[in-house]
């Protein structure tokens, strides 16, 4: 145990990395050494920002806080606190059954945590961030919350309703982390086309990125977690129009088929969502398309399957994520349906599915080679650099490998890289 050091765990997702880095900068502020992820923590505080999206989040979360409050019985650690999404759901169940933790904190009042050391929160907590991520990049997480009411979600138990940051203030971030050294912001919430509806009675998330660009040394911008419906095609222009905006998004679509869509309650038809993905192709050419599909919903039938395994088949998206159906328990599919789609069932339309994704990548991946494309380095690693271009979002997209011969590259740099190999997943390449 090192007295005055930290330790932070952060589970799930970018967002809560954003808040387990605004609650580093506090304690650093304070005086404390404080470590994220550390893989041996030894800090005399331990503190673990929770997950609690689906079964599989939750029960990681809770086998930590078990394993560290071990750790606090055996006289290893001093402290022991939990924030984040699970213990803003679960805080009075969790105080009964793991009483070891401290204290229990939410999703928001995570500052708190630093008054009830006898410490002041000091300055604006997204200025003072302390980036776990390499220094080039970091996550910019526009909003809180989430409107919708997808059958399957729990977020929005946990989050509540949308609420957008003022959008001088989030400028005023993106300033700070370029001073910082960030080159590339990958911008987040639960659905960033939303944005500004709360604050300014319109969809503002196109004049919200275009700011962004303008903002001096931002060499990339890339967006997450759009949501079909009601679209503001006015950002694909801005996606078009500006250099530094990577022709990239992520739009998670769920399913294609009507009867999925109707009982998942996303307010979006097959016809449209066909629609949807010939727009943005049409008016941004070339833009990489990351989606996420649900397999095993209830009721989907083998007819609702074959609709969605032919729809991957015809757009073709250049990154793909699925998942099978978990019930989560106050969402309106676990109270109004029956699970009824067996788990083995599950998982082989799964598998299906992702083996022909495996397919479109890897002929999609195919077509760089012999192209010079603009790659920015992330690390070394064995005998290779590895970077991404603007087509690929740090830990879940294709990377480019580029062989450590000759040329020193520096991390965080950006380089013409001609492209001369390919596999299903990663492109590899020479600096020209």
Known sequence: MIKNRVDIITMGCSKNLVDSEALMGQFLANGYVCKHDSRNPKGEIIVINTCGFIQDAKEESINTILEFAQAKEEGRIAKLFVMGC???????????????????????????LIADLGKPVLGMPEAMRCITTPKHYAYLKISEGCDRHCAYCAIPMM?????????EEIISEVEALVAKGVKELQV??????????????????????DRIADVKGVEWIRLHYAYPTQFPYDLLDVISRRDNVCKYLDVA???VS??????????FTKEQTYQFVRDVREKVPGIALRTTMMVGFPG????DFAQLMEFVEWARFERLGAFAYSEEEGTYSATHFQDDVPYDLKLKRLNHLMALQQDISSEIEATAVGKTMKVVVDRKEGDYYVGRTQYSSPEVDPEVLIPVQGKTLRRGGFYEVCITDSEEFDLYGIVK
């Open 300 to 303: 989907e039938t083998e007819e």
């Open 159 to 167: 989050t509540g309703r949308h609420r957008s940051r003022p959008m």
């Open 258 to 267: 009507d009867n999925m869509l109707k009982r998942m309650g996303r307010n």
């Open 188 to 209: 987040i919430a639960q659905e960033l086309t939303y944005y500004g509806v709360d604050l300014y009675g319109k969809r503002c998330i196109a004049e919200l990125v």
């Open 253 to 255: 679509l769920q399913h």
């Open 86 to 112: 699970l213990s803003q759901r679960y805080k009075e169940e969790l105080e009964k059954e793991i009483p070891a933790v401290d204290k229990y904190y939410g999703k928001f009042d995570y500052n708190q």
